[in-house]
C-alpha cells in the first residue's frame, strides 16, 4: 500500500514549456486535490476532483488543466509555464464512504522550477 | 469566508521543552479542525483532528482543543523532542467526505537537543 504517489519529484522547465505532473492512490478513493505551497502562504487549492471524469477548480486555478480519467490518478497539465509557477505541488486524496474518515492523505511533493 | 491565522515562526525550542501553537479561525457553521505536520522533504501529515466544540484531539504527544467560544484550535505538547522538528499547519475543512481544506501560513519547529 504506496499511499499517495507522485512523479516526477523535481523538474525544472523553461518558460514557455509544458509539463504533467501525475498522481495516483491505491486507497480507492473518491476525491482528489491539487495543491500549491509557496513561502509564507501555506497550501493553496488549484484545482480537484470528486470522482472519475470530473474536475473542478479550487482557489488558484489559471495556468493549470486537471484530468481524471482515471479513478486511481489525477493529472496536473501547465500548458505554457511561467516563472510564477515555481512551487512545490502537493496531491492529495480523501474517501467518500459514509462515516469517513476523512482526512486527506498527502503525496510527497513535486518541486517545480520555472526559469 | 473561511480562513486561519497561525503565530509565525519559526519557533525555537530546546528539548524537552513545552510547546504551544496558537491557531484562530473564521469560519461559517461548524467546521472540523486539523493540525497536519510536514517533516523536512515530505508532504503533510495528519497529526491530530477535532471535528466538533469541546473535542480534544491527540496523538504522539500533541493535543489540541476546538474552542468555539474563543475560535481557536491551539496546539500543545508537554516536552518536545528534536525529532518533533517541523512545520505545522493548522487547518479547517468540513465533517464530510469532500473537504476544501483552508490551510494557515503554517509555524516552523525547531528543537535543539
Known amino acids: 500500500n504506496a499511499g499517495v504517489t507522485q512523479t516526477p519529484k523535481f523538474r525544472v522547465l523553461k518558460t514557455g514549456q509544458s509539463m504533467t505532473l501525475l498522481c495516483a492512490q491505491d486507497m480507492n478513493h473518491e476525491y482528489m486535490y491539487w495543491y500549491r505551497q509557496d513561502p509564507g502562504m501555506g497550501l493553496r487549492l488549484i484545482h480537484y476532483s470528486v470522482g472519475e471524469g470530473t474536475t473542478a477548480k479550487g482557489e488558484v486555478p489559471d495556468g493549470y488543466n486537471v484530468s481524471r480519467l482515471k479513478k486511481q490518478n489525477f493529472l496536473l497539465g501547465l500548458e505554457s509555464a511561467a516563472p510564477s509557477q515555481t512551487s512545490v505541488y502537493f496531491c492529495a486524496s480523501s474517501n467518500g464512504l459514509a462515516g469517513g474518515p476523512y482526512e486527506q492523505y498527502f503525496g510527497p511533493g513535486t518541486r517545480l522550477t520555472v526559469t | 469566508g473561511n480562513s486561519v491565522t497561525q503565530m509565525e515562526g519559526p519557533v525555537t525550542l530546546s528539548e524537552e521543552a513545552f510547546l504551544t501553537i496558537n491557531c484562530t479561525y473564521t469560519a461559517t457553521g461548524y467546521p472540523s479542525l486539523f493540525w497536519y505536520v510536514q517533516y523536512p522533504g515530505e508532504g503533510l501529515q495528519l497529526l491530530l483532528k477535532a471535528t466538533k466544540a469541546d473535542d480534544k484531539g491527540s496523538n504522539k504527544g500533541f493535543e489540541a482543543t476546538y474552542r468555539k467560544e474563543t475560535t481557536s484550535f491551539h496546539l500543545e505538547k508537554g516536552s518536545v523532542q528534536v525529532s518533533d522538528s517541523a512545520v505545522y499547519f493548522c487547518?479547517?475543512?468540513?465533517?464530510?467526505?469532500?473537504?476544501?481544506?483552508?490551510f494557515g501560513t503554517g509555524t516552523r519547529l525547531l528543537v535543539s537537543p
Open positions: 487547518a479547517l475543512g468540513r465533517n464530510t467526505g469532500f473537504q476544501k481544506l483552508v
